[in-house]
């Protein structure tokens, strides 16, 4: 059995989420609240202090963490004790299939919590859902790119899109994303496993990215390229201080900046391909 290496990070409100988002990208399994602190959990193989030293020197808190080994534990089990339902616009409720339904909501996805990025917690996912209730998504063909758990492509499904795919390059994402399928009345989602390369040879009306900046920035041209003439791209997954660069990127693929929205330092973008 691994051991695990737990860190402890002491840190306001108002940065719990960029620096959980931090850490998901260090590659930590597990990241929740407890009291003032953050934890995080990764196996000892993987953990390098200097990383994320780095990455929290970004924030004026490298000297604010402290880290322990621990031995392996059933993470499930952890996520399920800290996992709380959320809801967005008082319209998308995601919960967990042990949370109690909520039938004055219109829509509800349920998610199984496991590791997999995506159980509708962050800012970012919340943006997209903010952004998804205001965009044509009805009979609309869908891609959702970095899917984690599928609850955006769920999301689509219930908005009406007419077909969804969602694809992640973690084996583990996608198989809990279809293990997911079970608990949400949707019956034109599908995933895949892969990245860029495993987008279908077809054309998507709308195509939905949350995933960090850099994989972002990697992956707009083959978005670019399937996302069809008058369709909408929005993405998610950056800071506000990456907002110009990644506008840039996109507008030279042939994308006009139909509006944005934030939260907190977060920020999420409809385009519309010209």
């Not at 694809?167 to 995933?191: H, M």
Request: aromatic residues 10%; hydrophobic residues 40%.
């Amino acid at each position: 059995m691994e051991a695990y290496i737990e860190v402890t990070i002491p840190v306001l409100d108002e940065r719990k989420e960029i620096i959980t988002a931090e850490l998901v990208n260090l590659d930590y399994e597990g990241v929740w609240e407890e009291g003032m602190s953050l934890k995080g959990y990764i196996p000892k193989s993987l953990f390098a202090h200097k990383s994320l030293y780095d990455t929290l020197a970004k924030y004026g808190m490298e000297n604010n963490f402290k880290y322990a080994e621990v031995q392996d534990k059933n993470w499930n089990e952890e996520w399920e004790k800290h996992y709380e339902p959320i809801i967005v616009d008082d319209q998308v409720y995601v919960r967990s299939p042990f949370h109690d339904t909520k039938k004055e909501i219109q829509y509800e996805v349920i998610i199984q919590p496991q590791m997999s990025f995506g159980t509708g917690h962050h800012e970012t996912t919340q943006l997209m859902i903010e952004m998804m209730l205001t965009t044509e998504i009805k009979d609309k063909t869908l891609l959702d790119m970095g899917t984690g758990t599928g609850v955006l492509a769920f999301l689509s499904s219930l908005l009406g899109a007419k077909d969804v795919i969602g694809i992640d390059y973690d084996q583990n994402s996608v198989d809990n994303a279809n293990e997911n399928l079970k608990y949400n009345s949707v019956s034109n989602v599908s995933f895949l496993n892969g990245s860029y390369e495993a987008i279908p040879s077809q054309m998507f009306e709308v195509v939905l990215s949350n995933i960090t900046k850099n994989i972002n920035m990697g992956l707009l041209p083959p978005l670019a390229k399937h996302t069809s003439k008058g369709g909408h791209l929005i993405l998610a997954g950056f800071l506000n201080f990456d907002l110009e660069e990644i506008d840039r990127a996109t507008t030279a693929l042939g994308f006009e900046l139909i509006r944005n929205i934030s939260k907190m330092d977060w920020e999420c973008l409809l385009y519309k391909k010209i």
